[in-house]
């Protein structure tokens, strides 16, 4: 958001509004993914803060390792490399 925003706060408020607050709801974190409609599901899969959930439920609920949670490390870690690529690029054009 930092790379297309011209101030700080414009940064901040476009994040929140469309980024942190759809991402809380669809995560499964307030309502769980099967209780939410079923076109609305699929969307669930795009959101990184669920496969960080079900990181953090593994681990503390059920006391499970990496080698049942690989999967889901898996998805958030190419979420952070494709997000930080993304920001890299735009920052680039941005600066030269």
Same mark, same amino acid.
């Given at each position: 958001? +930092?790379?297309? +925003?011209?101030t700080? $706060? $414009?940064a901040?408020?476009?994040?929140?509004?469309?980024f942190?607050?759809?991402?809380?709801?669809? +995560?499964?974190?307030?309502?769980? %993914?099967?209780?939410? *409609?079923e076109?609305? $599901?699929p969307?669930?899969?795009?959101i *990184?803060?669920?496969y960080?959930?079900?990181?953090? #439920?593994?681990?503390?609920l059920?006391? %499970?390792?990496?080698?049942?949670?690989? $999967?889901? &490390?898996?998805?958030?870690?190419?979420?952070? %490399?494709?997000?930080?690529?993304? &920001?890299?690029l #735009?920052? #680039?054009? #941005?600066?030269?």
């Open positions: 958001m +930092s790379t297309i +925003s011209e700080q $706060q $414009q901040m408020m476009t994040s929140s509004f469309f942190l607050i759809p991402m809380v709801f669809l +995560s499964g974190f307030v309502f769980t %993914v099967e209780n939410m *409609p076109v609305i $599901q969307v669930t899969y795009l *990184p803060l669920k960080f959930l079900e990181i953090l #439920r593994g681990i503390f059920k006391g %499970v390792g990496l080698e049942v949670l690989w $999967q889901d &490390a898996l998805l958030l870690f190419l979420w952070g %490399v494709g997000i930080l690529t993304l &920001a890299t #735009r920052s #680039r054009k #941005r600066l030269g």
